[in-house]
């Protein structure tokens, strides 16, 4: 197994087509199919069914596409530090940010940051909120803002950062935003709109049920803006953590007899290459004023 069959696998599992795939490596199909066939000799395993025209992952391939992603991230993370020592001077860092979390805290840190140290850059990477003390500990990410582990772990280094609740989200001009806060009850009167993605959610649907509350919720999506978009003109009301508002025309009020938040940290792991840059980030994330809750 090397690293141009993993990159042939992904481009397949990503467009599910083997002529585009074969496009997007520069290599002709027969080639791009004997790769992905010695592939699947190494591993003992069928990677993609195909049928036809018709393309599709196995359950081997699916739970292999992530290690491979990881893998084939891990690859570029190293060329890029190489070219960075032989360019001198300049270090990268790969930041993950969970996907449930909005910008907002983070925007005028990151900048600063950035003024601060005009050596160092950083690119910051999208992490569903499942993987990203994988992606930390596999050497993927250098580090990741994300919700604080309620579990410690002692290859895990955190700082933490700032607290926030979750709370109603509704229209500005919904008859609910002239309300100080917004009853569960209040919420089972109106169309729901599902974020997939959210830590909050398992926990919220629980507490509905539990008060034998039912939730109406045609339009679910793991796309933040597209949830809050649809809030925002009205659609709906959902829940969001109280720093994740990413669009204009959205009021947030507590949620009546209810108490749940999150802790959000600075994730990082022992002994993570590029130390002394990545102290930076956390020395100044420890001394910044981030957010309180209202």
């Known amino acids: 197994m090397d690293l141009k069959q993993?990159?042939?696998?992904?481009?397949?599992?990503e467009t599910l087509n083997f002529t585009e795939a074969s496009e997007r490596n520069s290599i002709s199909q027969p080639a791009l199919t004997k790769a992905i066939l010695k592939l699947e000799s190494e591993l003992g395993g069928t990677l993609i069914f195909r049928d036809g025209k018709h393309t599709r992952l196995t359950?081997?391939?699916?739970?292999?596409?992530?290690?491979?992603?990881v893998i084939k991230a891990s690859e570029k993370k190293a060329r890029e530090i190489a070219v960075a020592h032989v360019e001198g001077g300049n270090t990268t860092l790969n930041i993950g940010i969970?996907?449930?979390?909005?910008?907002?805290?983070?925007?005028?840190?990151?900048g600063k940051v950035s003024a601060d140290e005009p050596a160092l850059t950083l690119v910051l990477h999208q992490v569903a909120?499942?993987?990203?003390?994988?992606?930390?500990?596999?050497?993927?990410?250098?580090?990741?803002?994300?919700?604080?582990?309620?579990?410690?772990?002692?290859?895990i280094k955190k700082t933490e950062l700032f607290r926030e609740r979750l709370m109603a989200a509704v229209a500005i001009d919904s008859e609910l935003t002239n309300q100080e806060s917004i009853s569960l009850a209040d919420i089972?009167?109106?169309?729901?709109?599902?974020?997939?993605?959210?830590?909050?959610?398992?926990?919220?649907?629980?507490?509905?049920?539990?008060?034998?509350?039912?939730?109406?919720?045609?339009?679910?999506s793991e796309r933040e803006d597209w949830i809050q978009q649809l809030v925002a003109e009205n659609h709906g009301i959902t829940s969001l953590a109280e720093f994740s508002r990413v669009v204009s025309g959205i009021a947030l009020r507590?949620?009546?007899?209810?108490?749940?938040?999150?802790?959000?940290?600075?994730?990082?792991?022992?002994?993570?290459?590029?130390?002394?840059?990545?102290?930076?980030?956390?020395?100044?994330?420890?001394?910044?004023?981030?957010?309180?809750?209202?």
Not at 98 to 110: I, K, M, Q, V
Not at 198 to 217: H, Q, W, Y
């Open 254 to 294: 507590p949620i009546s007899n209810v108490d749940s938040y999150r802790d959000v940290a600075l994730i990082s792991a022992f002994g993570t290459s590029g130390s002394s840059a990545l102290a930076c980030l956390e020395n100044a994330a420890k001394i910044y004023k981030w957010p309180t809750s209202e």
């Open 98 to 110: 969970s996907s449930s979390l909005g910008p907002r805290p983070f925007a005028d840190y990151l």
């Open 188 to 220: 089972a009167k109106h169309q729901y709109l599902d974020r997939l993605s959210c830590e909050f959610r398992p926990g919220f649907i629980k507490m509905m049920v539990d008060r034998g509350l039912n939730i109406r919720s045609h339009i679910k």
């Open 59 to 69: 359950e081997l391939g699916r739970k292999l596409r992530n290690e491979f992603s």
């Open 129 to 155: 909120p499942d993987m990203t003390q994988e992606q930390v500990l596999a050497g993927t990410l250098d580090a990741c803002f994300c919700t604080s582990p309620r579990k410690p772990n002692p290859k």
């Open 6 to 13: 993993i990159q042939y696998f992904l481009s397949v599992a």
